[in-house]
């Protein structure tokens, strides 16, 4: 009778598997999730807290991009669809994370124990020992990094999911879609916390149809969407316990919209697409923490009024609460920065009779381009944190060039791209031997310091915090440029952004981004704050002391 009715259990699973035709049936039947607390038993996946991914499960769409804040149970809704391709579809999965550590502490932390809980995803899967390469019958499951290239490669698969695609390798991404493109049926997921406007998640945002998500009010029961200014923030400040008084409201009725009944209100939620020139194929979905039921009003406007008073937690409440892309002033040089540097000179051909301690950087890209700064000292102020005023920008086409600005200007220092002309660098650091150095940039600790061969002409900094200092002295007085300063040069500056990331152990940096735009004078006008530091160190005191 046991083999029986083994058989008969088997076969009527099999008749019910092939009638599930939604992802998110598959999940509701076969996803389980932890036990709750003070209980051993794991639930049934259901949609009640997060009703809005019941229809994202349920896209047919090619294309799928989800903008989103923190903790919106996006990636939960990935999970189950990788689940639902490979059991139901019969096909192979692309899941990336930003690096390899992500990737393999994501697939113990996430995959393991989410296949643990289900008995049937247990028999589903034929082993789980290996945490970047998971196979249930002829379907792939492959989890990677999005850093080496070469582990991307050669992944035919009908479906690829990009988890938390800003902080991966942006020219890495149509490599990654690449592996999709010999099937027939195909399907991608592009999830992420955006940060920067025209970046990442939100650049791929705007090419869909970004969908907002609409349900009735329940006092009014007009069709309404929650952004920021359906959030009262009350409270002047962090310390201000009043905070505790905020409130999510209707924009129609301005009737507050409880907490506690947010999953019962939000249940008829549907998603409006607002780019309806857009591509139907190109699906976009946007959701922000208003509609958390776990999270509150008084916790999004404390997080709000941290913002008002430091420019990580601004754009930390922008990004990760509101699920926008967002740039806190002090991230960029704007325009109205530049033009408060402007001074009442103009550039000039020459040094002669300015008795100032001269740097020249210069970067290398399809042009030679350079700057010549005059430093004012003095004795009381770190080395670079002194003020400057900009001589000479422009660009040259050969290196010999070069040799007649250090000849003018009298430079006392210069440092050079190390790359991608090398050897030409190097060349020209040893006609101008004890005065210039190649410089190469570094990802090792986050601070001004500055490693000096002993050996070669050559420096390594840590790129983001000098092109740092740089955004910063043009934001605090410390730069003056002259008032005919190029527009080559104030878009050069204008170009980076600091954008956050999370390095491969976990740690949050910046890096500054030029999102596609020239760039080559920003890095110039690093290289002359670095040549000042470079000077310093290598033995030019009394000559910097002489110009104090």
């Not at 490669?153 to 990654?176: G, K, T």
């Not at 004795?379 to 660009?395: D, H, M, P, Q, V």
């Amino acid at each position: 009778m046991g083999f029986y009715s083994d058989f008969a259990e088997g076969l009527s699973s099999n008749v019910v598997r092939r009638g599930i035709t939604s992802c998110s049936e598959y999940a509701n039947r076969y996803r389980m999730i932890k036990p709750k607390k003070g209980s051993v038993i794991p639930t049934n996946f259901d949609f009640k807290y997060y009703p809005w991914i019941k229809e994202m499960h349920d896209s047919t769409a090619t294309r799928n991009v989800g903008q989103k804040s923190a903790q919106m149970a996006y990636t939960e809704l990935i999970l189950n669809w990788s689940f639902f391709k490979m059991d139901i579809k019969k096909e192979s999965v692309l899941y990336v994370l930003p690096t390899d550590d992500n990737a393999g502490d994501f697939s113990a932390s996430r995959f393991d124990p989410a296949i643990e809980c289900s008995p049937h995803l247990t028999d589903l899967f034929s082993d789980t020992k290996n945490k970047g390469h998971k196979r249930a019958g002829i379907a792939n499951l492959y989890i990677r990094g999005s850093r080496a290239k070469n582990k991307l490669i050669s992944i035919p698969v009908e479906n690829v999911a990009i988890d938390e695609l800003d902080q991966m390798v942006q020219a890495h991404i149509d490599l990654i879609w690449e592996r999709m493109s010999g099937q027939f049926n195909k399907q991608s997921w592009s999830i992420s916390t955006p940060t920067v406007g025209g970046y990442g998640i939100n650049k791929m945002f705007t090419h869909t149809t970004e969908e907002h998500l609409f349900f009735p009010c329940p006092h009014c029961s007009r069709s309404i969407e929650l952004g920021f200014d359906n959030l009262e923030i009350c409270g002047e400040n962090q310390d201000d316990l009043d905070y505790l008084r905020s409130r999510i409201f209707c924009g129609e009725c301005k009737v507050t919209l409880t907490q506690e009944d947010k999953f019962e209100y939000l249940a008829p939620c549907k998603f409006v697409p607002q780019n309806t020139e857009a591509d139907p194929d190109n699906r976009g979905f946007y959701v922000n923490q208003l509609y958390s039921s776990t999270i509150s009003a008084a916790e999004l406007a404390l997080a709000y009024l941290k913002g008002k008073e430091d420019d990580d937690a601004e754009r930390e409440f922008y990004n990760s609460k509101m699920g926008l892309p967002h740039v806190p002033s002090s991230y960029q040089v704007a325009q109205e920065d530049l033009d408060a540097c402007k001074g009442k000179f103009t550039l000039v051909e020459n040094a002669h009779g300015l008795d100032k301690f001269i740097t020249l950087g210069i970067d290398i890209g399809s042009k030679i381009d350079y700057e010549v700064d005059a430093w004012d000292l003095d004795a009381y102020t770190e080395i670079n944190e002194n003020k400057f005023r900009l001589l000479k920008e422009g660009s040259v086409d050969h290196f010999e060039e070069l040799d007649d600005i250090m000849s003018s200007f009298g430079v006392h220092y210069a440092v050079i791209d190390a790359n991608p002309e090398r050897r030409a660098s190097l060349a020209f650091c040893k006609r101008h031997a004890g005065r210039a150095r190649m410089c190469f940039y570094g990802k090792e600790k986050m601070d001004r310091d500055v490693t000096i061969s002993e050996t070669e002409p050559t420096v390594s900094v840590n790129r983001a915090t000098w092109m740092n200092l740089v955004v910063q002295k043009f934001k605090n007085g410390k730069t003056s440029i002259p008032a005919n300063v190029s527009l080559d040069y104030q878009n050069h500056i204008k170009a980076n952004v600091k954008i956050v990331k999370v390095d491969s152990n976990g740690n949050v940096i910046f890096v500054y981004d030029n999102l596609g735009q020239a760039d080559h004078r920003m890095h110039a006008r690093t290289y002359s704050e670095i040549a000042l530091k470079c000077a310093w160190l290598g033995g030019m005191n009394e000559d910097i002391q002489d110009k104090v």
